[in-house]
């Protein structure tokens, strides 16, 4: 298939220009947005991973998170303040795993709550937190994320299916492992289902990845945004050959 082809050269092509990244390292608007970049990157590779080896079960959860990150990307590239929405959900989630970690015995947090000091953490924290707080920068959830990027069509719709893969819904227990016949149904497991039956997760995480590459090379001015705009110009050329949406 053409654009899964593409995709693969895409995501080899982006680790090439990846090199040419040069940030402030104790900035941290330029240290998370290199970071969103990489992830995203990295799913694109894991997703192309399970495709090609008929592992396909794990797209659709692949791709959930590299769209989260892309969301992530494209709010902080935006609007630098973006990241004080992040660094609240940051600490937020710190102070649940130091509360739990010291109200109660739990063996998955055994190593936090050995290590001493747990109340000073949790009061650093809460500190930072409620500073952020008071100044209006609130934990987003993934809709607020969706809104703040101009993609609630995205989320009313396409992230809908992801999360009921994610969550195991009976949808996606449906559509992964029955085979339905005239009278009867076989459940399957690991079903061989064609490549084009993922089109949509292709396309998608190209048309992101490019997207998210003409951002950053052109936010951090490496040099590379030319080739990237050739690459964009070929997913065009390629998508004018096929329609997803119609």
Same mark, same amino acid.
């Given at each position: 298939?053409?654009?899964?082809?593409?995709?693969?050269? %895409?995501?080899?092509?982006?680790?090439?220009?990846?090199?040419?990244?040069?940030?402030?390292?104790?900035?941290? &608007?330029? /240290?998370? %947005?290199?970071?969103?970049?990489?992830?995203?990157?990295?799913?694109?590779?894991?997703?192309?991973?399970?495709?090609?080896?008929?592992?396909?079960?794990?797209?659709? /959860?692949?791709?959930?998170?590299?769209?989260?990150?892309?969301?992530? /990307?494209?709010?902080?590239?935006?609007?630098?303040?973006?990241?004080?929405?992040?660094? *609240?959900?940051?600490?937020?989630?710190?102070?649940?795993?130091?509360?739990? *970690?010291? !109200?109660?015995? !739990?063996?998955?947090?055994?190593?936090?709550?050995?290590?001493?000091?747990?109340?000073?953490?949790?009061?650093?924290?809460?500190?930072?937190?409620?500073?952020?707080?008071?100044?209006?920068?609130?934990?987003?959830?993934?809709?607020?994320?969706?809104? $703040?990027?101009?993609?609630?069509?995205?989320?009313?719709?396409?992230?809908?299916?992801?999360?009921?893969?994610?969550?195991?819904?009976?949808? *996606?227990?449906?559509?992964?492992?029955?085979?339905?016949?005239?009278?009867?149904?076989?459940?399957?497991?690991?079903?061989?289902?064609?490549?084009?039956?993922? /089109?949509?997760?292709?396309?998608?995480?190209?048309?992101? %990845?490019?997207? *998210?590459?003409? &951002?950053?090379?052109?936010?951090?001015?490496?040099?590379?945004?030319?080739?990237?705009?050739? %690459?964009?110009? $070929?997913?065009?050329?390629? &998508?004018?050959?096929?329609?997803?949406?119609?």
């Amino acid at each position: 298939m053409e654009i899964f082809d593409f995709l693969k050269h %895409l995501n080899n092509e982006c680790i090439r220009f990846s090199e040419h990244l040069v940030f402030n390292k104790t900035h941290p &608007r330029h /240290l998370h %947005l290199v970071g969103l970049y990489g992830t995203l990157i990295e799913l694109a590779g894991s997703l192309i991973m399970l495709i090609d080896r008929k592992r396909r079960t794990g797209v659709p /959860l692949i791709f959930r998170s590299f769209l989260e990150a892309y969301v992530d /990307l494209k709010n902080l590239h935006e609007k630098a303040e973006y990241g004080y929405h992040m660094d *609240a959900i940051y600490h937020e989630q710190w102070i649940k795993l130091l509360k739990e *970690a010291k !109200n109660k015995p !739990n063996p998955y947090l055994k190593d936090i709550s050995q290590g001493g000091n747990l109340d000073e953490q949790i009061q650093e924290h809460e500190k930072e937190f409620a500073d952020l707080k008071n100044k209006g920068y609130n934990p987003l959830n993934v809709f607020q994320r969706f809104e $703040r990027a101009g993609m609630e069509d995205e989320y009313r719709s396409f992230y809908n299916f992801l999360s009921s893969d994610a969550h195991n819904n009976i949808r *996606a227990l449906v559509n992964r492992h029955l085979e339905i016949h005239e009278t009867d149904f076989t459940v399957v497991y690991y079903k061989d289902e064609p490549l084009e039956d993922f /089109l949509t997760y292709i396309d998608s995480t190209a048309g992101f %990845l490019v997207n *998210a590459s003409l &951002r950053i090379h052109g936010y951090f001015e490496t040099g590379s945004l030319a080739e990237i705009k050739k %690459l964009a110009q $070929r997913l065009n050329e390629i &998508r004018s050959r096929y329609q997803i949406f119609t």
